[in-house]
């Protein structure tokens, strides 16, 4: 095989080790999750308060396992973040920490979407040049019937798959690297594509046209 032109770090983080999350476990991230919901800075919003919390698979990276989750408000808002650990040498859960955003934009309002996603940068990776790419978490949902499988693509290329556990995914990627930005994908068990979704909102023909 030649060499490639596209040198940047793929399938990085672990695949998803259920088995590591234990009812107690699970306790706790809940419980740092909920505490990162509280500390968001809304600026002054009302958004309101967590309702139940939905999980969804694990990936691990660089020794540390994330966890991502979201939960609806009673005022309509997302609330969505991660919970994350490493393991000591004894395999218990350490260094428990969380992050949590919000947002109004849902699925409900935005009948084109075909998968419903979440995002956070987690660091840098170092690549050729000085360049750098946007190691990213990414977990959601397909909107769309008869996925098996969702990949994430920089530019045409797979970084991350994670195959759908109960029709939700977690990804974490490579993104924004030699202004190239990420796809998310979604496969069928026979390998056709279902939906394809980028990470960042294309402006319409009306504006571009204004521009």
Not at 33 to 39: I, M, R, V
Request: a negative charge; one cysteine or more; glycine letters at 10%.
């Amino acid at each position: 095989m030649p060499p490639t032109d596209r040198f940047v770090i793929s399938f990085a983080a672990e695949p998803p080790q259920p088995d590591c999350l234990n009812e107690r476990l699970m306790g706790l991230l809940h419980e740092q999750f909920l505490a990162a919901c509280a500390d968001i800075d809304a600026e002054g919003e009302e958004i309101g308060s967590p309702g139940e919390v939905r999980w969804f698979p694990d990936r691990s990276l660089y020794g540390r396992t994330y966890v991502p989750a979201v939960a609806r408000t009673e005022l309509g808002y997302e609330l969505f973040g991660y919970a994350s650990f490493t393991l000591d040498d004894s395999g218990e859960a350490d260094e428990l920490e969380a992050r949590a955003d919000f947002t109004g934009d849902v699925a409900e309002a935005n009948p084109d979407w075909q998968l419903d996603l979440n995002e956070m940068v987690l660091g840098d990776w170092r690549g050729e040049g000085g360049e750098r790419a946007e190691m990213t978490l990414i977990w959601g949902a397909p909107l769309v019937s008869g996925g098996a499988v969702v990949t994430a693509e920089l530019a045409d290329h797979a970084v991350d798959q994670c195959e759908l556990d109960g029709q939700h995914f977690t990804l974490i990627a490579p993104d924004n690297y030699r202004g190239d930005y990420l796809e998310i994908k979604l496969w069928s068990k026979l390998g056709e594509q279902l939906a394809a979704e980028s990470l960042y909102a294309e402006e319409d023909d009306d504006t571009q046209d204004s521009a």
